[in-house]
């Protein structure tokens, strides 16, 4: 499977979820046997049951600070910043739209009171590093919003609910959202019964939403994303007694990019450009907890490798047949 065309498969756009849920727990699961390629469908809640004490749940920490602001060029043209990280006081990268029309140089308004934007450097495609006249925090708290994907059609109320209970470590343009679907008390209930938990960092790139380009697969390069694996998540790895199970493909490509051999991780820092697709063999993870991705995805991509081709297109089917709710705010799948 190493054409992109592999990967494709026919989405309605009904079933593209623009509002999460009011009971986090309450969204469907779709529970995929590893071993048999068998369906079985349920609730989130169900995890109590299919979970099992000495088991390890390794989630991403990471939380959503990227902001969306507007403002105008002076000679009146609007422009959008997505500021996805601050570089020093009072300047941050960021992608621009539209991107070509701000050279370095460039003055962005934000109307009367609010400090102004300069463009000061000019990185690949849209991206810019922007410094401010002044302190630009209550502007981003007036004006900046919470960016969604762009499937997603309007705001949300509460833009926690685009966050995860697990989202502590700042710096991510895009929520880990497998882990939407945990709550508190939920995870309390699980760390009773003897499943733990270990946490992961992820800083989630808007690179995320951006499709594979390119027919055959040996040729995408993957964007780089920065992850972290601290000790105490090694040390629980390499003591778990049951099964060790990733919330969300960020969690499983970080413990794979720290992997040393089976169960074995090393821990630190760094930039990780893997690509995990089917060929690929997997040293830590026993199963994972994902939603359900668009298609042409490294995302789809990496379930296959983990689940086989021919048995997650049949879930994706049965998902489609039986009206599940896909992508960020949608609906929950369990490969183990």
């Known amino acids: 499977m190493d054409r992109l065309s592999d990967y494709d498969y026919e989405l309605p756009e009904s079933l593209i979820a623009q509002t999460p849920l009011d009971d986090r727990a309450a969204a469907r699961l779709l529970w995929l046997h590893r071993a048999t390629g068998t369906v079985e469908h349920g609730h989130f809640r169900d995890v109590e049951k299919i979970l099992q004490p000495g088991d390890l749940l390794v989630v991403n920490n ?24 601050e570089l020093g006081p009072w300047r941050f990268d960021c992608l621009a739209r539209p991107g070509r029309r701000l050279p370095v140089g460039s003055i962005i308004e934000f109307g009367e009171g609010w400090p102004v934007a300069t463009v000061v450097a000019v990185s690949d495609g849209p991206t810019r590093t922007v410094e401010f006249s002044d302190d630009p925090r209550a502007l981003l708290a007036a004006a900046g919003t919470v960016p969604l994907p762009p499937y997603i059609a309007n705001p949300i109320e509460d833009p926690e609910r685009y966050q995860t209970v697990f989202a502590q470590a700042g710096g991510s343009a895009a929520a880990p959202t497998a882990g939407l679907h945990f709550t508190d008390e939920l995870v309390t209930r699980l760390r009773t019964q003897g499943v733990d938990f270990a946490e ?53 490509r970080t413990l794979e990019t720290f992997a040393l051999g089976p169960r074995r991780v090393e821990t630190g820092t760094r930039s990780t450009s893997l690509f995990i697709r089917p060929g690929y063999q997997f040293q830590i993870i026993d199963g994972m907890f994902t939603n359900f991705h668009i298609p042409r995805t490294t995302m789809l991509m990496m379930i296959a490798a983990f689940a086989g081709h021919a048995a997650v297109f049949e879930a994706y089917r049965q998902a489609v047949e039986q009206r599940y709710r896909f992508l960020s705010f949608g609906d929950s799948m369990l490969i183990l």
Do not use: Y
């Not at 960092?201 to 697969?217: A, H, M």
């Open 62 to 85: 990471t939380r959503v600070t990227a902001r969306r602001i507007f403002g105008r060029k002076p000679t009146g043209g609007e422009v959008e910043l997505l500021l996805l990280h």
């Open 200 to 252: 992961v960092t992820l800083n989630v790139g808007i690179d995320t939403f951006r499709p594979v380009q390119v027919e055959q697969l040996d040729l995408h390069e993957m964007h780089g994303e920065t992850c972290t694996l601290p000790t105490e998540t090694a040390e629980k790895i390499h003591g778990c007694r049951g099964r060790v199970i990733a919330v969300g493909t960020t969690s499983v």
